[in-house]
Nanobody, 122 residues
Framework: QVELVESGGGSVQAGGSLKLSCAAS????????MGWLRQAPGKGREWFAQ???????NYTDSVKGRFTIPANNDDYTLYLQINNLKLEDTAMYYC????????????????WGKGTQVTVSS
């Protein structure tokens, strides 16, 4: 059963923008703290943007200032606004969840979708 479905990827030139979407069930949003991971060719999957339990967001330095999880996500849809794309942003992008226990978000992601490909060209 597919519970997270990403969309919005594509091929863009460096400097361009994309907006990714992730549709998930209410169970997922209620049980997991959400975020975005990506996997570049030949590399491991890593997180780069995530929502914390208090509603704040965290980003890795590689995307800070260019990638944003909008504050007004629709019910059961998580978005990612990507601006000023760079060649090194080429990767498969995954919407993902890490378990939530009360006020605490676990560190490790344990559920993700099939991904959406982002390819950046010069």
């Amino acid at each position: 059963q597919v519970e997270l479905v990403e969309s919005g990827g594509g091929s863009v030139q460096a400097g361009g923008s994309l907006k990714l979407s992730c549709a998930a069930s209410y169970v997922i949003f209620g049980t997991y703290c959400m975020g975005w991971l990506r996997q570049a060719p030949g590399k491991g999957r890593e997180w780069f943007a995530q929502l914390e339990n208090d509603g704040t967001t965290n980003y890795t330095d590689s995307v800070k200032g260019r990638f944003t999880i909008p504050a007004n996500n629709d019910d059961y849809t998580l978005y990612l606004q990507i601006n000023n794309l760079k060649l090194e942003d080429t990767a498969m992008y995954y919407c993902a969840g890490r378990p939530r226990l009360g006020p605490v978000c676990y560190e490790t992601y344990s559920r993700w979708g099939k991904g959406t490909q982002v390819t950046v060209s010069s």
